[in-house]
């Protein structure tokens, strides 16, 4: 069919998932056009709403509709064509697309610029942007920008202040970075709701964050 993205699944390496339809189409057009994460996705089961993990295109499609709406709502004065054209070419493969995964596997972020969306340099100074998962067990992702800062370092309080967790950890300059913090003393941290300080530069910023029981 003309108009629409078709999407592949891929294993968490990137791998192309073996149940995964390959191209190209019947006229010679690169199809899939897009390939994300289908295999062990988690989900409910529906026997004993335990967390299991899934497989198929059924999974990964819908990873990119998701993500192809959230693009949208950012730039609503696209249309639908040119958020798939930014998708694509945002895509790990661009250059040489193949049979497999097509144009590769999208990230997001290039396509918000390849649409005109500003970049993070215009930030003033260092910013925290996310933390997640929200509540975190083992580990949790800090998505933030670096500004001038080389290190960063992070530190969870609890509810009278104590120190809980500390670590530290050296970064690229003026960068965007999903940071992913995991270690032991983490992991044995008790559960509760405690204060996330990262300092960046000489600069303290704070969230809230839940640690979760076992």
């Not at 003309?2 to 995964?20: N, Q």
């Not at 004065?77 to 097509?102: C, F, K, L, Y």
């Not at 144009?103 to 970049?119: E, Q």
């Not at 500004?147 to 967790?165: C, M, S, Y």
């Amino acid at each position: 069919a003309f108009g629409i993205l078709a999407v592949g699944a891929v294993d968490h390496d990137r791998r192309t998932a073996s149940f995964s339809s390959r191209g190209p189409s019947a006229d010679g057009r690169v199809k899939p056009d897009v390939a994300a994460v289908g295999v062990q996705c988690a989900a409910l089961s529906p026997w004993d709403a335990a967390i299991i993990g899934v497989n198929g295109t059924s999974f990964s499609s819908p990873l990119v509709a998701g993500a192809a709406a959230c693009l949208w709502q950012l730039h609503p004065d696209r249309s639908n064509v040119e958020i798939m054209d930014a998708i694509r070419r945002s895509a790990s493969q661009w250059d040489a697309p193949d049979a497999e995964q097509g144009f590769g596997i999208p990230d997001l972020w290039r396509a918000h610029l390849l649409l005109g969306g500003s970049d993070l340099t215009g930030l003033a100074g260092s910013k925290v942007l996310q933390v997640q998962p929200v509540p975190f067990d083992d580990f949790f992702v800090v998505e933030l920008f670096t500004g001038a800062a080389d290190r960063v370092k992070l530190q969870l309080t609890d509810a009278a202040g104590r120190i809980a967790w500390q670590a530290e950890q050296v970064v690229d300059t003026e960068a965007y970075l999903q940071l992913r913090v995991q270690d032991e003393p983490l992991q044995r941290l008790g559960a509760g709701v405690y204060v996330l300080q990262v300092e960046l530069g000489g600069t303290t910023l704070a969230r809230q964050v839940v640690k979760a029981g076992r």
